[in-house]
């Protein structure tokens, strides 16, 4: 095309059939991670845009950058939709748009729609997590939340794990039903439904909250959390005891400006009360993924991974599917000057 600014539209059926795997997602999540940690990244906090729509959902607009991405580093924008209501018509309740732009320039390079992104790096974070800071050995996943996340999470953690157990919960029968019959038709580990986030959690060695509550709610005790447990807390609004980090050995957040940020979070509350403060942090976890800081160290620590979500990560994904879009020739070519 050799006149004019042309970018790539990729939609979510295209991207599916782009064919990646969850293991090529994680490794380039990773790199992301380790990226972050050895400072080869810029990105700007999270902002939320919240509509006169009587609460029931909000955007978040997340920007960020990667030096050592294409020739010469890549740039993007995420705009994402949480709307909890969603499951009533029939939507995901994160959808969410992404684009790509040549930094040295300015030129849109992509844009595509990001809603298995924001889904797919969750999880992928919180398996990067579980690379460095749960035991190789954990048998029982416990897994709260049924959301986008929650298959990815699970998948994931699945591939990572010679896992005996999955047993997972959520608030609605109807969800958590669908969901263990989802996991059962792509995994061969036993998936069990149960009523309780209580009965999810006891005595699992990777517990993952990924709750969509209204109003803070205790559904993960601390006394659930035995030694050796690995605990990812990622809900919206905090679903854990205050005392929760009490217990912990190292507590790792993915980057210690965005935990400080916004309205919402599992940990909010540890933060504005200042029990998770420089002091009681163990790390970000780019500086363990980039070798300044050990991971897990014995099989007795308790370990707590909290990540808000960091933009670099739809950012690295997003890359990831543009190159392999424009290999296959996959998508609509947009004249945009």
């Given at each position: 095309?050799?006149?004019?600014?042309?970018?790539?539209?990729?939609?979510?059926?295209?991207?599916?059939?782009?064919?990646?795997?969850?293991?090529?997602?994680?490794?380039?999540?990773?790199?992301?991670?380790?990226?972050?940690?050895?400072?080869?990244?810029?990105?700007?906090?999270?902002?939320?845009?919240?509509?006169?729509n009587g609460g029931i959902g909000h955007f978040?607009?997340?920007?960020?950058?990667?030096?050592?991405?294409?020739?010469?580093?890549?740039?993007?924008?995420?705009?994402?939709?949480?709307?909890?209501?969603?499951?009533?018509?029939?939507?995901?309740?994160?959808?969410?748009?992404?684009?790509?732009?040549?930094?040295?320039?300015?030129?849109?390079?992509?844009?595509?729609?990001?809603?298995?992104?924001?889904?797919?790096?969750?999880?992928?974070?919180?398996?990067?997590?579980?690379?460095?800071?749960?035991?190789?050995?954990?048998?029982?996943?416990?897994?709260?939340?049924?959301?986008?996340?929650?298959?990815?999470?699970?998948?994931?953690?699945?591939?990572?794990?010679?896992?005996?157990?999955?047993?997972?919960?959520?608030?609605?029968?109807?969800?958590?039903?669908?969901?263990?019959?989802?996991?059962?038709?792509?995994?061969?580990?036993?998936?069990?439904?149960?009523?309780?986030?209580?009965?999810?959690?006891?005595?699992?060695?990777?517990?993952?909250?990924?709750?969509?509550?209204?109003?803070?709610?205790?559904?993960?005790?601390?006394?659930?959390?035995?030694?050796?447990?690995?605990?990812?807390?990622?809900?919206?609004?905090?679903?854990?005891?205050?005392?929760?980090?009490?217990?912990?050995?190292?507590?790792?957040?993915?980057?210690?400006?965005?935990?400080?940020?916004?309205?919402?979070?599992?940990?909010?509350?540890?933060?504005?009360?200042?029990?998770?403060?420089?002091?009681?942090?163990?790390?970000?976890?780019?500086?363990?993924?980039?070798?300044?800081?050990?991971?897990?160290?014995?099989?007795?620590?308790?370990?707590?991974?909290?990540?808000?979500?960091?933009?670099?990560?739809?950012?690295?994904?997003?890359?990831?599917?543009?190159?392999?879009?424009?290999?296959?020739?996959?998508?609509?070519?947009?004249?945009?000057?």
């Open positions: 095309m050799a006149e004019g600014i042309w970018l790539r539209f990729l939609s979510g059926p295209e991207i599916d059939s782009l064919g990646l795997t969850r293991t090529e997602i994680v490794d380039a999540v990773e790199a992301a991670v380790r990226d972050h940690g050895e400072g080869e990244t810029s990105f700007e906090p999270r902002v939320h845009l919240q509509p006169d978040n607009v997340l920007r960020g950058h990667l030096n050592r991405l294409g020739d010469h580093g890549i740039s993007g924008v995420k705009v994402v939709g949480d709307f909890v209501p969603n499951y009533k018509v029939g939507l995901p309740s994160e959808l969410a748009m992404a684009t790509l732009f040549d930094p040295t320039t300015g030129i849109p390079l992509a844009v595509l729609d990001a809603t298995m992104i924001t889904a797919a790096r969750t999880g992928a974070m919180t398996t990067v997590g579980a690379r460095r800071l749960a035991r190789r050995d954990s048998k029982i996943l416990g897994h709260a939340g049924s959301r986008g996340t929650a298959w990815w999470n699970v998948t994931m953690l699945d591939d990572l794990f010679d896992l005996d157990e999955i047993r997972v919960t959520s608030r609605r029968p109807e969800s958590r039903e669908k969901f263990a019959a989802e996991l059962s038709a792509e995994l061969s580990t036993p998936v069990r439904v149960v009523a309780t986030a209580e009965e999810a959690f006891d005595g699992a060695d990777v517990i993952v909250e990924a709750t969509r509550l209204t109003e803070p709610e205790p559904l993960l005790r601390t006394a659930a959390v035995k030694p050796g447990a690995f605990v990812v807390p990622y809900g919206t609004v905090s679903a854990v005891e205050l005392d929760l980090l009490d217990v912990m050995d190292k507590v790792v957040v993915d980057d210690w400006r965005e935990a400080q940020s916004g309205r919402f979070g599992a940990l909010r509350r540890h933060v504005d009360t200042g029990r998770l403060s420089p002091d009681t942090l163990y790390a970000e976890l780019g500086q363990i993924v980039a070798g300044h800081k050990p991971g897990r160290e014995n099989d007795a620590e308790r370990n707590l991974f909290w990540h808000r979500g960091l933009a670099l990560l739809d950012v690295a994904i997003a890359h990831l599917i543009l190159r392999r879009a424009e290999t296959a020739d996959v998508g609509t070519m947009l004249r945009f000057h």
